[in-house]
């Protein structure tokens, strides 16, 4: 999440564009910024119009309970396709599955995705302020309740490093 930075429209359609060109897929991990995290969207990516190979994702998941899955494309996919056996400890856990049904019930009923968006942009707004009147605070960022506020710490003069 490197900081909860926002991306620069069009970064990764250039990004995703150079990895392939070079046959490399795209990963996105949407561990900590999935779910309607952002508050526009699902997943994070789809602020920036792209599709991954991979996408990774698990916290939000399970609302608490560990859980973590993996979508990729067909095409990804079938690169595993190679005799060899898939072992995970804990992967097809009954109960995790519930769960993580049950998780994106809730949000679909309880429409946290927009909670998340309004939530997140009344606390930008007051974190906005908030530096206006705090020197110590700096840069302030985000994307619904995916936020990032950089906390600065003065040098012995006072003055940011």
């Known amino acids: 999440c490197a900081?909860?930075?926002?991306?620069?429209d069009g970064y990764l359609k250039h990004i995703y564009q150079q990895v392939r060109q070079q046959g490399g897929i795209c990963v996105a991990d949407e561990v900590q910024?999935?779910?309607?995290?952002?508050?526009?969207?699902?997943?994070?990516?789809?602020?920036?119009?792209?599709v991954p190979d991979i996408v990774t994702m698990g916290k939000p998941m399970g609302n608490g309970y560990p859980i973590g899955g993996v979508a990729t494309t067909?095409?990804?996919?079938?690169?595993?396709?190679?005799?060899?056996?898939?072992?995970?400890?804990?992967?097809?856990?009954?109960?995790?599955?519930?769960?993580?049904?049950?998780?994106?019930?809730?949000?679909?009923?309880?429409?946290?995705?927009?909670?998340?968006?309004?939530?997140?942009?009344?606390?930008?707004?007051?974190?906005?302020?908030?530096a206006e009147l705090h020197p110590?605070?700096?840069?302030?960022?985000?994307?619904?309740?995916f936020l990032g506020v950089e906390v600065i710490v003065p040098n012995e003069e006072g003055l940011p490093p």
């Open 3 to 8: 900081g909860q930075v926002v991306l620069p």
């Open 33 to 50: 910024t999935g779910f309607g995290r952002v508050g526009s969207h699902f997943w994070a990516f789809e602020t920036q119009g792209v």
């Open 74 to 130: 067909r095409a990804v996919a079938e690169k595993f396709n190679n005799g060899m056996e898939y072992f995970n400890t804990f992967g097809g856990s009954n109960v995790a599955c519930v769960v993580g049904a049950e998780v994106l019930n809730i949000m679909q009923d309880e429409d946290l995705m927009e909670n998340s968006a309004e939530v997140g942009r009344v606390l930008l707004d007051g974190l906005k302020d908030i």
């Open 136 to 145: 110590a605070l700096g840069h302030v960022r985000g994307l619904g309740l």
